[in-house]
């Protein structure tokens, strides 16, 4: 097949985007032909790298991928209006640079959000007479709205009836939750046109160590929670601060926040008002370096604000989590997430404005560390047996199999 992936964030950019990136390797590997059409990495810190500045078009290989780059206006995640803007930049300058891509294509998949993203695939499957593959990671602009980075407006009431539009004209749409799925279904959208492929997680994580990450920042033998991640607007972190600070007179535990976001400084901030020592934020790491600080940790930590779309989520770093053969403690509603921690072993779970329970449940584990080492042995075999990235790409491989013929 001579696959075209169509989605604004890309590695070397952070996050999500690995699956894509590691999805599309695999099926370079099996004998397609793949070319991702992506926006100049910029993501999240909004600074572009020299060799993509001023450029409107940049052709390169990744690790033996075909990449093209469009303009973008560059945005951090701690600018939400430019990065709007950003998103209409990228609809236009990919749809013009889409004319210097020579190749045919029989299908184009495009990953949303954002949502132009997907307008772009729709557009470039009716200009190439391609079929029309749709993955949904997120619900939009049901989750913006609900997690309250969007206020309902006629903008949102029109994204929603552009995203109603191309569910309908999708020839297969991926789910990457089978929460996403029963969602799509029940607002109009035909079973047989619908997948669940989930992220999974690559070997880089299941097959990990710690790499002297504690010797390095003088962590010790302490009891580590981590949090790694976006420290951004969905998530409700305040709760672990707090919690820190509950825990605060213990000095053989702490707390390491291992990222960037919206909300670092306010958090950031707030450690500081409660003059708090257990608390390390260490910032933007390199992405290869994100299994150790998982396989350093002693607990993982993980929340989502209490709203009806975060029972349909599963955080893609919740699979890396668990590949870590760590315990989890999840802040979320009751969901797809909490259901499987329970398939894989059992669930620590705590109220999302609790950090009263958090703190108790951290006790808990410092107390009895035998009972975290079974839950993340658990958890690393379930993943190992059920969840590997490359068997997730052979089903999406399938599933496209279906979709060309």
Same mark, same amino acid.
């Given at each position: 097949?001579?696959?075209?992936?169509?989605?604004?964030?890309?590695?070397?950019?952070?996050?999500?985007?690995?699956?894509?990136?590691?999805?599309?390797?695999?099926?370079?590997?099996?004998?397609?032909?793949?070319?991702?059409?992506?926006?100049?990495?910029?993501?999240?810190?909004?600074?572009?790298?020299?060799?993509?500045?001023?450029?409107?078009?940049?052709?390169?290989?990744?690790? *033996?991928?075909?990449?093209?780059?469009?303009?973008?206006?560059?945005?951090?995640?701690?600018?939400?209006?430019?990065?709007?803007?950003?998103?209409?930049?990228?609809?236009?300058?990919?749809?013009?640079?889409?004319?210097?891509?020579?190749?045919?294509?029989?299908?184009?998949?495009?990953?949303?959000?954002?949502?132009?993203?997907?307008?772009?695939?729709?557009?470039?499957?009716?200009?190439?007479?391609?079929?029309?593959?749709?993955?949904?990671?997120?619900?939009?602009?049901?989750?913006?709205?609900?997690?309250?980075?969007?206020?309902?407006?006629?903008?949102?009431?029109?994204?929603?009836?552009?995203?109603?539009?191309?569910?309908?004209?999708?020839?297969?749409?991926?789910?990457?939750?089978?929460?996403?799925?029963?969602?799509?279904?029940?607002?109009?959208?035909?079973?047989?046109?619908?997948?669940?492929?989930?992220?999974?997680?690559?070997?880089?994580?299941?097959?990990?160590?710690?790499?002297?990450?504690?010797?390095? %920042?003088?962590?010790?033998?302490?009891?580590?929670? @981590?949090?790694?991640?976006?420290?951004?607007?969905?998530?409700?972190?305040?709760?672990?601060?707090?919690?820190?600070?509950?825990?605060?007179?213990?000095?053989?535990?702490?707390?390491?926040?291992?990222?960037?976001?919206?909300?670092?400084?306010?958090?950031?901030?707030?450690?500081?008002?409660?003059?708090?020592?257990?608390?390390?934020?260490? *910032?933007?790491?390199?992405?290869?370096?994100?299994?150790?600080?998982?396989?350093?940790?002693?607990?993982?930590?993980?929340?989502?604000?209490?709203?009806?779309?975060?029972?349909?989520?599963?955080?893609?770093?919740? %699979?890396?989590?668990?590949?870590?053969?760590?315990?989890?403690?999840?802040?979320?509603?009751?969901?797809?997430?909490?259901?499987?921690?329970?398939?894989?072993?059992?669930?620590?779970?705590?109220?999302?404005?609790?950090?009263?329970?958090?703190?108790?449940?951290?006790?808990?584990?410092?107390?009895?560390?035998?009972?975290?080492?079974?839950?993340?042995?658990?958890?690393?075999? %379930?993943?190992?047996?059920?969840?590997?990235?490359?068997?997730?790409?052979?089903?999406?491989?399938?599933?496209?199999?279906? @979709?060309?013929?």
């Amino acid at each position: 097949m001579r696959i075209l992936i169509v989605t604004q964030y890309f590695p070397p950019e952070r996050g999500a985007v690995r699956r894509l990136f590691e999805f599309a390797k695999i099926f370079k590997e099996s004998g397609h032909k793949v070319t991702i059409l992506t926006a100049m990495p910029n993501y999240p810190d909004g600074i572009l790298p020299d060799r993509y500045r001023r450029r409107f078009f940049v052709r390169e290989k990744l690790d *033996g991928l075909d990449v093209a780059r469009s303009y973008v206006l560059p945005a951090s995640n701690t600018q939400p209006t430019k990065r709007m803007i950003g998103f209409v930049t990228f609809l236009i300058s990919s749809v013009i640079n889409s004319f210097r891509l020579r190749d045919k294509y029989d299908l184009i998949i495009a990953s949303s959000p954002p949502v132009t993203t997907a307008l772009v695939g729709y557009i470039l499957s009716r200009l190439r007479g391609a079929k029309f593959v749709l993955e949904i990671r997120d619900l939009q602009p049901e989750s913006g709205v609900q997690f309250g980075n969007l206020k309902e407006s006629f903008l949102t009431r029109l994204l929603s009836k552009l995203m109603t539009f191309l569910y309908r004209k999708a020839d297969r749409i991926v789910c990457v939750t089978d929460g996403i799925n029963s969602y799509l279904k029940d607002v109009g959208t035909p079973a047989d046109r619908l997948v669940t492929i989930k992220s999974g997680v690559g070997s880089d994580f299941i097959d990990a160590h710690s790499n002297g990450i504690r010797k390095k %920042f003088g962590w010790g033998e302490k009891f580590l929670v @981590v949090y790694s991640g976006t420290l951004g607007w969905v998530r409700p972190l305040e709760t672990i601060v707090e919690s820190a600070r509950i825990l605060a007179d213990r000095e053989d535990i702490h707390f390491v926040f291992v990222g960037d976001g919206q909300k670092k400084e306010e958090l950031e901030n707030l450690a500081c008002k409660y003059n708090l020592t257990n608390i390390t934020f260490v *910032g933007l790491q390199p992405l290869e370096d994100i299994p150790f600080f998982l396989r350093s940790g002693n607990a993982l930590v993980e929340c989502l604000k209490n709203v009806d779309v975060a029972k349909l989520a599963v955080p893609t770093k919740l %699979f890396e989590y668990m590949a870590a053969g760590k315990p989890i403690l999840l802040g979320c509603p009751d969901g797809e997430a909490i259901a499987l921690l329970k398939e894989a072993g059992g669930s620590m779970i705590f109220p999302t404005d609790n950090p009263s329970r958090l703190a108790e449940l951290i006790l808990e584990l410092h107390t009895n560390r035998e009972r975290g080492e079974e839950l993340g042995r658990g958890y690393r075999s %379930f993943i190992k047996d059920n969840h590997s990235r490359r068997s997730w790409a052979e089903r999406y491989l399938e599933s496209l199999e279906n @979709v060309r013929q």
